[in-house]
T-cell receptor
Framework: GQQLNQSPQSMFIQEGEDVSMNCTSS?????WLWYKQEPGEGPVLLIA?????ELTSNGRLTAQFGITRKDSFLNISASIPSDVGIYFC????????????FGAGTILRVKS | DSGVTQTPKHLITATGQRVTLRCSPR?????VYWYQQSLDQGLQFLIQ???????AKGNILERFSAQQFPDLHSELNLSSLELGDSALYFC???????????????FGEGSWLTVV
């Protein structure tokens, strides 16, 4: 089946540092989404990307839909303690309707 | 609060038993999705319903079934439970069944199932 390779698996950074994580796939996706999950909660959508090359920001978060449609990255600038959580990339394939294929997640810990 | 409501939040049951997880989608959303999250498999798509009809099927076991009712709420039935079925089960909803701007998928808080 379709697989998304998400890296890094985890990060432990100093408050104020910038963070970068990415997802790659051998499949071409029509949509890339980035979610954040905190303990005891469901995934919450951070950014949605619908066009190849699209660069979208949401506050301190910036994400891009790769030109090849096979990758995406998420950057978090000036990290703060509440950024802690698990970040998931997810892709959608047109031929599979609206089904989301998720990456394994990046665990982010912030040291204050 | 995503607007997707799931019950129960936690459930402990014995092997061989059957449980039903319930989901109310966001107001106005016609599509409901079920996902399973476990430590070893991550987030896996199980099944999708749109306006009462099954729309897409993922890695759903034959022991599991789901349905969407006329009022658009959905139930996921898990039977002959095994220890490996212990996981967090998420329901999600969206307005339509296709992709694209405006058809964002929103997740509920999940139902924790522990099989002992």
């Amino acid at each position: 089946g379709q697989q998304l390779n998400q890296s890094p698996q985890s990060m432990f950074i100093q408050e104020g540092e910038d963070v970068s994580m990415n997802c790659t796939s051998s499949s071409i996706f029509n949509t890339w989404l980035w979610y954040k999950q905190e303990p005891g909660e469901g995934p919450v959508l951070l950014i949605a990307l619908y066009k190849a090359g699209e660069l979208t920001s949401n506050g301190r978060l910036t994400a891009q839909f790769g030109i090849t449609r096979k990758d995406s990255f998420l950057n978090i600038s000036a990290s703060i303690p509440s950024d802690v959580g698990i970040y998931f990339c997810a892709g959608q394939l047109r031929e599979y309707g609206n089904k989301l294929v998720f990456g394994a997640g990046t665990i982010l810990r912030v040291k204050s | 609060d995503s607007g997707v409501t799931q019950t129960p939040k936690h459930l402990i049951t014995a092997t061989g038993q059957r449980v039903t997880l319930r989901c109310s989608p966001r107001s106005g959303d016609l599509s409901v999705y079920w996902y399973q999250q476990s430590l070893d498999q991550g987030l896996q798509f199980l099944i999708q319903y749109y306006n009462g009809e099954e729309r897409a099927k993922g890695n759903i076991l034959e022991r599991f079934s789901a349905q969407q009712f006329p009022d658009l709420h959905s139930e996921l039935n898990l039977s002959s439970l095994e220890l490996g079925d212990s996981a967090l089960y998420f329901c999600a909803s969206s307005v339509a069944h296709g992709q694209g701007t405006g058809n964002t998928i929103y997740f509920g808080e999940g139902s924790w199932l522990t099989v002992v």
